[in-house]
């Protein structure tokens, strides 16, 4: 009856989606990021331009001149577009954040969503450790004020491995193989790599080690140990800064480094995160730095940003037995018959769901018009029968 891929979402899913955004949407202001909205449909070409596979194969259509238009597949690059068509002559940095949907039919072969919903927020025009962690903080601090209680954030580099496969001195075939093969931690292609090339077991050994470094400090105190030149040294150094940044503002604890952290897409260079909560098998949130992007778009402006899976941050907070939506409206029996009463409920502020007259509520809260006097049902248990007044009083209407 409908796509593959594509889902009915139901009332009171909706309601709890909408109250994460509004939760994620006053965080991002707080930090001084303006929500921004781009269109459903974006010219093909556009979408094309960041080099990804995964971006460029969206559901296509055609506008009457014949050009190819595509359902946006991502939401970084249309913000990159906008950011240089509309703000190239702003002061610099931009701060952008949004709420929408992303449609991409290649997910449904990997078990997830073909449309799906996503929050995030994207800074152009700086790039040091201090954007780079307030990026990361942002992601923690939305975490958090969502009522997640368990998260972590990997935080990994691909600056680390493109200097370590640099110092390999590859052909450039061969480093780009290598790179991809360490990003799906395909240990045989990478053995296969480095036999054709002639490089030995200790290269090798330095690469496969380098997807296993994981964890706390040490992870990272390991690491160094690999390094043998000043770009995996800057790397790290980069990592740690970025670590130390994101503890002074109270989110260290929920940290930990990931130096086989790889992003699926390919606009990501550099620094690189997933947050991960219990229950949820799929990562709840990414994000890095992706400077050659704005490239594309003819501005050579550094950017770093962040994307959070509404649906899935929803399913985390499910498990964690959290919930943010409204309570039910107030099943109001009659109130069809007696739509003033229903009115000056909801001028107070009580969502009022009107019924038939003698049509029970599955449950509370609910009120029901009797002979002469008012039930009232709180879903608190209290049970108040009377006067409307009474009514008034039990629900704080003065």
């Known amino acids: 009856m409908i796509p593959e891929g594509m889902r009915d979402v139901l009332p009171a899913e909706v309601a709890e989606v909408h109250a994460i955004e509004e939760v994620l949407r006053r965080r991002f202001a707080c930090f001084g990021y303006g929500e921004v909205r781009t269109p459903t449909v974006e010219f093909a070409e556009m979408l094309q331009r960041a080099g990804d596979d995964t971006l460029g194969a969206g559901l296509r259509l055609f506008d009457e001149q014949g050009r190819e238009l595509m359902l946006r597949t991502d939401m970084t690059v249309p913000v990159a577009r906008l950011a240089a068509t509309r703000f190239r002559d702003k002061p610099l940095p931009l701060r952008f954040c949004y709420v929408a949907d992303s449609f991409r039919p290649l997910a449904v072969r990997r078990g997830q969503h073909g449309e799906f919903s996503q929050a995030g927020a994207e800074l152009l025009g700086l790039g040091t450790e201090a954007t780079d962690a307030e990026i990361v903080t942002l992601l923690c601090d939305v975490l958090a ?193 007696e739509p003033e009463r229903a009115a000056e409920l909801r001028r107070a502020g009580i969502a009022v769901a009107a019924l038939p007259a003698g049509k029970q509520s599955l449950s509370p809260p609910s009120l029901e018009r009797g002979e002469g006097q008012y039930h009232l049902e709180l879903a608190d248990g209290r049970d108040v029968r009377g006067s409307w007044h009474q009514v008034l009083r039990a629900l704080g209407v003065s």
């Open 145 to 337: 004020a969502s009522g997640l209680p368990e998260f972590r954030v990997s935080l990994g580099t691909t600056a680390f491995h493109t200097a370590l496969v640099a110092s390999l001195q590859l052909t450039p075939a061969d480093a780009e193989a290598t790179l991809e093969a360490l990003a799906e931690r395909d240990y045989p292609l990478l053995e296969t790599i480095v036999a054709n090339a002639g490089l030995g077991d200790d290269a090798r050994r330095a690469l496969e080690k380098s997807l296993e470094q994981a964890g706390g400090r040490e992870s990272l105190t390991q690491a160094r140990r690999l390094a043998t030149t000043s770009g995996m040294e800057a790397a790290l150094d980069h990592l740690q800064a970025v670590r130390d940044l994101v503890s002074e503002s109270g989110f260290g604890d929920r940290l930990i480094f990931d130096l086989g952290l790889h992003q699926d897409l390919r606009y990501y260079g550099g620094l690189v995160f997933e947050a991960y909560a219990p229950g949820v098998g799929l990562p709840i949130a990414s994000g890095g730095r992706y400077d050659g992007l704005m490239a594309r778009f003819d501005w050579q402006i550094p950017a770093v940003g962040c994307a959070i899976g509404l649906d899935r941050l929803h399913e985390a907070l499910v498990e964690a037995g959290v919930s943010l939506a409204e309570e039910l409206p107030l099943a109001f029996a009659g109130g069809l018959e």
